[in-house]
C-alpha cells in the first residue's frame, strides 16, 4: 500500500488525475485512516475543480488527526477555492497556531486578511529636565497607502513645554517611482505660543539598492531632505542625511547627518552639525508576534529657539526601545533616552505609541 500510494502521488504530480484518483480509491479502502492518501485524494478532486469532494476528503484527514497543521492547511486551500474566507481563515489560523514556523500557512492567512491601506498610531513623549519644568507631547497620526505610487500622512501634535501649551498640524504626500525611489513633500503649521515654529516645510527624497540576498550587506537606502522652521524668533534650516543599511537576519543599522544652519533676530548665521547612530535588531518571534529592539548613540550641538535650548549647547545622546508587533496589524512601541549636555545640565526623555493597521 505504500508503494501504491506513492504510485498514486506521482501520477497526480504528473498531471494523471482520473489514474491519481482511482489509485487512491482502492488505497483508501484497504488504508481508511491514513490522513496523507486523503489529503492528497482531496487535493487531487481540487485540481479536477470537484470542490464538495475535496473538502469531503480534506475534512476527514482533519477528522483523523487533527493535531498536523499541515492537513489544516490543505482544508483551508480548500474552502478558499469554494468562496468560504471566513472558514478558511479559521483553518490558516489553526495550521498557524499548530506550527509556529508554517511560512505558507502565514502567507495565506495575509493572503485573505488582504493589505492594509492605512496605519493610525497614537502616542506620547516626555522629557525630564535638571534645569527646568520638563515638557510633554501628546500625537496622533494617520498614513494612508493609496497606492503603489501615492501615500499620505497627517498629524496632530499637542504639547506643553514649560508648561506653556501648544500644538500643530503636519501633513505630507509621498509619490514613488520603481527604480526611481520616493519623495515626499509637507509641511506644518498652527498655534506656536512663542515655543514650537510658527510653521514648517520639507521635502526628503529616498532610493534603496538590492546588493546581495546572502551576503553581509543586503541592501543599501539612502535619504536626503531639507527642512526649515520658522520661529517667531529665529529661522532655522536642516540638511537631513540618512543611510540605512540591511543586515542578515532582520539586523538593521542605520546612520545619520544633520547640519542646521539658524538665524535668529539681530545675529548672524550660524552652522551647527549633529549625527546619530542607530542599531536594530530581532529578539523572539511567537507567530506574528514579534518582539525586537534598538540601541542609539547620537553626538552634536544645538542651537534653536525652543525653551530648553536656547543658545548653543553640546551634548551626548544614549537611548533605547523596544517594539512589541501584537499582531500582524498591530504593535506598540517604547524607548528612553539620557542626554547629557554643557553646563552640566541633562535631558531625560522616554515615549511610547501604539499603532494599528486596517
Not at 23 to 48: A, H, K, R, S
Not at 206 to 226: A, C, L, N, P
Amino acid at each position: 500500500m505504500d508503494i501504491r500510494a506513492w504510485h498514486a502521488r506521482v501520477l497526480a504530480w504528473a498531471g494523471r488525475l482520473p489514474e491519481a484518483e482511482k489509485e487512491f480509491d482502492v488505497i483508501i479502502q484497504t488504508v481508511p485512516n491514513d490522513p496523507d492518501n486523503w489529503m492528497t485524494l482531496g487535493n487531487v478532486y481540487l485540481q479536477e475543480g470537484r470542490t464538495a469532494e475535496a473538502l469531503r476528503a480534506t475534512t476527514r484527514a482533519v477528522e483523523i488527526d487533527p493535531s498536523r497543521a499541515d492537513l489544516h492547511e490543505a482544508r483551508g486551500q480548500v474552502l478558499r477555492a469554494m468562496g468560504d474566507l471566513r472558514e478558511a481563515r479559521l483553518e490558516f489560523q489553526r495550521a498557524a497556531d499548530l506550527d509556529p514556523n508554517d511560512t505558507d500557512a502565514r502567507a495565506e492567512l495575509a493572503s485573505l486578511r488582504g493589505d492594509a491601506k492605512h496605519e493610525l498610531r497614537i502616542g506620547n513623549d516626555d522629557d525630564l529636565f535638571n534645569f527646568t519644568s520638563g515638557n510633554q507631547g501628546e500625537w496622533i497620526s494617520l498614513v494612508s497607502r493609496w497606492s503603489p505610487h501615492w501615500t499620505t500622512s497627517a498629524a496632530g501634535n499637542f504639547y506643553q513645554i514649560a508648561g506653556t501649551p501648544a500644538g500643530k498640524f503636519v501633513g505630507s504626500v509621498t509619490g514613488s517611482m520603481p527604480h526611481w525611489g520616493a519623495l515626499t513633500v509637507g509641511g506644518a503649521t498652527g498655534h506656536d505660543n512663542t515655543v514650537i515654529p510658527e510653521s514648517e516645510a520639507f521635502f526628503e527624497g529616498d532610493h534603496g539598492w538590492r546588493i546581495s540576498e546572502s551576503g553581509v550587506v543586503r541592501g543599501v537606502e539612502v535619504t536626503y531632505g531639507q527642512h526649515w522652521y520658522w520661529y517667531s524668533t529665529a529661522r532655522i534650516l536642516t540638511l537631513n542625511e540618512n543611510t540605512l543599511v540591511y543586515l542578515p537576519k532582520d539586523w538593521l543599522w542605520s546612520l545619520g547627518l544633520i547640519g542646521a544652519r539658524s538665524h535668529f533676530t539681530g545675529t548672524g548665521v550660524d552652522w551647527k552639525p549633529s549625527g546619530l547612530s542607530k542599531l536594530a535588531f530581532p529578539i523572539r518571534s511567537w507567530g506574528d508576534r514579534r518582539l525586537s529592539g534598538n540601541v542609539f548613540f547620537a553626538v552634536g550641538t544645538e542651537d534653536f529657539a525652543l525653551v530648553n535650548e536656547i543658545g548653543s549647547f553640546s551634548s551626548q545622546t544614549y537611548g533605547g526601545g523596544l517594539r512589541f508587533q501584537i499582531t500582524a496589524r498591530q504593535d506598540v512601541t517604547g524607548y528612553a533616552a539620557f542626554q547629557q549636555r554643557t553646563q552640566d545640565r541633562t535631558d531625560t526623555s522616554f515615549g511610547w505609541s501604539y499603532g494599528i493597521r486596517f
